[in-house]
């Protein structure tokens, strides 16, 4: 229950995956990998097929329990806008890091 308390699904608890919304999958996703604290997620295009409002709400998340729980969340994307919430990206091209970006912090 602490893992769907962490990404805002308590009152779903009981819900059948069927029912759950797109955005809401991605979030018990989430509280599925971090239910045993661990202190790295990997995530495939964890933004993907959500739209803007579920995307920023994901990553919000992800930035949140990376405070709170100390878990480091890496994760690849071709989202832009995703991008701008990150504080370090690397770009890779053909399995070689092309460029490595420290970013500004923002705090949405």
């Given amino acids: 229950m602490d893992a769907l308390d ?5 009152e779903k608890a009981s819900s059948k995956p069927a029912q759950l919304s797109g955005g809401e999958s991605q979030r018990v ?3 599925r990998a ?3 604290r661990p202190q790295l997620v990997l995530a495939d ?3 993907a097929n959500l739209d803007a409002k579920n995307s920023h709400h994901i ?3 992800m930035k949140r329990l990376n405070n709170e ?3 480091t969340f890496i994760f690849s994307t071709h989202d832009e806008k995703v991008m701008q919430y990150l504080e370090r990206i690397i770009h890779l091209k053909d399995g070689m890091v092309e460029k490595d970006d420290l970013t500004r912090h923002i705090e949405n």
Avoid at 6 to 10: D, E, I, R, Y
């Fill in 34 to 36: 971090i239910v045993k």
């Fill in 45 to 47: 295009e964890p933004s």
């Fill in 69 to 71: 729980l100390k878990t």
């Fill in 6 to 10: 962490w990404v805002g699904l308590v």
């Fill in 59 to 61: 990553v919000q998340t």
């Fill in 29 to 31: 996703s989430i509280a």
